[in-house]
Structure formats: structure tokens, C-alpha cells
């Protein structure tokens, strides 16, 4: 069964400082990688996606995440967050050949100034 | 990427009673999810929404509890029925877009479902 692990439930970063988000997942076969974000009282927006290729892939809104099969991750990054960043970021896995998408607990990201 | 109107966007319910929420997508989509969000939690699946047949649940929901239709492409309505407040949620339409290793998932905005 597939399954995905954020080990952070809510992170707190200064406005300007740079952000690692934790994803680690578990699936048979190639994983396909998604993040998303959902802003209060919003829905989820995409923010990147990995299928293959170059393992740093880049998304919207400054973020990046990599890829390292060897441990099973796929974290989020930004190097200067912003305050509009504030927001609970999902990470969610499927893979070739299987439509469900299962999803992380989730992080709560809070910016103070 | 597709635009999915869901409806209604929030709702206060009583007890006892069934919800239907809608969602309808601006294109033409194969695959279709229902998810349900509790409150300060993740997403779980409910179910793949089948046009032309029944939807395939998840272990832990049942057809009778969620009744989902799929008439077209383009629509699908999940009902929340008996309610109490533990369906208390937010449930969301998905759709899955392209094919091949260049899909992604769009998500409506969501129904709040409060239960009284």
C-alpha cells in the first residue's frame, strides 16, 4: 500500500528565512510526487509535481523539491519565504498505472515577522 | 488545467438528514474523486466516481452512507446521507488530467458541511 509521511506537524519560520519541508513516502514502484498547498478556507492549489527526469523540479511561487530515491523523500523548499506563504502544504504520492492519490497529514506553515 | 465548480460551497445541515453536492467540471475528464477533509486532518479518498457505473469505494465508506452518480464527463454528485455530526467535513471534487507520466489532479474549492 502507498503511503506518505510528514513528520512536521507545524512549522513557524521568520519572514525572509529560507524553508525545508519534509516528505517521505512509501510505494512499490516509481512514485509519482505531488505538493500542494491550501490556504485558509481555500482549496488545494498545485504547487509541483515529479514523474521523472531531473529530480530538482521547480514549481510555482519559488518553491523546489527534490527527489532522492535513496532515502525515500521529497521535500519542499524555498529560500525566503514570504508571509502570504502561511498555508497547511499537502504532499501526496501516486504511480504509473494507479489513479488514487493518497496524501500526507500535512504541515502547518506559520511566518511571523 | 480544468475548472471544477463545486456546489454548495458550505452548508449547515441537521441531523438525520442527506446533503447532495455537485460538482461539475468545465471539460470533458475520465477519472473523478470525491475526497473528505475533517476537520484540522489530511484528505482521504471516498471514492472514484464511474460514468456509466457504480463508483468504486474506499475501505471505510460504503454506498449506502455516500451515494455517488456519474452521469456524464463532466458531472458527478456525491450525497452525505443519515448525517450526524461526524460527517462534519469538507468533501472535495477532484479530477485527474492528462495521461501518461504528465497528469496532475485539480480540486474544486470544496463543500463545509457542518452538522447540528
Known amino acids: 500500500a502507498q503511503s506518505v509521511t510528514q513528520p512536521d506537524i507545524h512549522i513557524t519560520v521568520s519572514e525572509g528565512a529560507s524553508l525545508e519541508l519534509r516528505c517521505n513516502y512509501s510505494?512499490?514502484?516509481?512514485?509519482?510526487l505531488f505538493w500542494y498547498v491550501q490556504s485558509p478556507g481555500q482549496g488545494l492549489q498545485l504547487l509541483l509535481k515529479y514523474f521523472s527526469g531531473d529530480t530538482l523540479v521547480q514549481g510555482i511561487k519559488g518553491f523546489e523539491a527534490e527527489f532522492k530515491r535513496s532515502q525515500s523523500s521529497f521535500n519542499l523548499r524555498k529560500p525566503s519565504v514570504h508571509w502570504s506563504d502561511a498555508a497547511e502544504y499537502f504532499c501526496a504520492v501516486s504511480g504509473f498505472g494507479n489513479e488514487k492519490l493518497t496524501f500526507g497529514t500535512g504541515t502547518r506553515l506559520t511566518i511571523i515577522p | 488545467s480544468a475548472v471544477i465548480s463545486q456546489k454548495p460551497s458550505r452548508d449547515i445541515c441537521q441531523r438525520g438528514t442527506s446533503l447532495t453536492i455537485q460538482c461539475q467540471v468545465d471539460?470533458?475528464?475520465?477519472?473523478m474523486f470525491w475526497y473528505r477533509q475533517q476537520p484540522g486532518q489530511s484528505l482521504t479518498l471516498i471514492a472514484t466516481?464511474?460514468?456509466?457505473?457504480?463508483?468504486?469505494?474506499e475501505s471505510g465508506f460504503v454506498i449506502d452512507k455516500f451515494p455517488i452518480s456519474r452521469p456524464n464527463l463532466t458531472f458527478s454528485t456525491l450525497t452525505v446521507s443519515n448525517m450526524s455530526p461526524e460527517d462534519s467535513s469538507i468533501y472535495l471534487c477532484?479530477?485527474?488530467?492528462?495521461?501518461?507520466?504528465?497528469?496532475?489532479?485539480?480540486f474544486g474549492s470544496g463543500t463545509r458541511l457542518t452538522v447540528v
Open positions: 510505494y512499490g514502484a516509481t512514485p509519482y
Open positions: 477532484s479530477v485527474r488530467e492528462g495521461t501518461g507520466g504528465g497528469y496532475g489532479y485539480t
Open positions: 466516481a464511474n460514468q456509466g457505473s457504480e463508483a468504486t469505494y
Open positions: 471539460s470533458q475528464v475520465t477519472m
